[in-house]
């Protein structure tokens, strides 16, 4: 039988879709359009399939990847405890090169956001807004 995860990834997302003891597959569709005021809301839609809603990498996705969805509440700790701004914002955006985001696995961010926004200036906000997310979530 077939059981069906759907999971409404980012990016549009992926759609995950499982057969009973098979891995999840993660399939791309439209991004579902949020506020680019609300950070925690971008998060959970486009983020947390992948690194979990608590960041730690354990999204329902993330068995599907090749490569383990970061640990984003570690950020600052494994950069001496500054929180790597710049970095994030990049990786968001898909500057930053990563084995995973910009790869066929992971859309590149600032692509979407653009493709959702009205403005660049939005696009931006989108990628500022989910960067002081990123930050909010960082262990103490
Ligand atoms: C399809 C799965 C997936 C989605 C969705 C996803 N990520 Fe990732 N992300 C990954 C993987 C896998 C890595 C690890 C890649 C690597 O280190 O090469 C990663 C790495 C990162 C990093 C770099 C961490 C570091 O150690 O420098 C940041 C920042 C990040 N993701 C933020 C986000 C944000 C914010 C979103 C939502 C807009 C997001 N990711 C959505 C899979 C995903």
């Not at 999840?24 to 971008?42: C, F, L, N, Q, Y």
């Not at 383990?68 to 710049?86: C, H, I, M, V, Y």
Request: net charge positive; aromatic share 6%.
């Amino acid at each position: 039988m077939i059981r069906k995860i759907a999971v409404f990834i980012a990016l549009g997302s992926l759609v995950l879709t499982a057969m009973a003891q098979d891995k999840p597959k993660v399939e791309r569709v439209s991004p579902t359009p949020t506020s680019a005021a609300d950070g925690k809301a971008m998060f959970k839609q486009y983020c947390a399939p992948c690194h979990g809603m608590d960041a730690k990498g354990n999204g329902p996705a993330a068995p599907a990847l090749k490569a383990a969805p970061a640990d984003l509440t570690q950020l600052s700790a494994r950069n001496g405890g500054k929180f790597p701004e710049n970095k994030v914002f990049g990786s968001i955006k898909g500057e930053v090169g990563l084995a995973a985001h910009g790869s066929k696995e992971m859309p590149i961010w600032g692509d979407v956001f653009r493709s959702m926004s009205r403005s660049e200036g939005e696009t931006q906000l989108r990628i500022t807004n989910l960067t002081n997310y990123v930050r909010s979530l960082q262990a103490k």
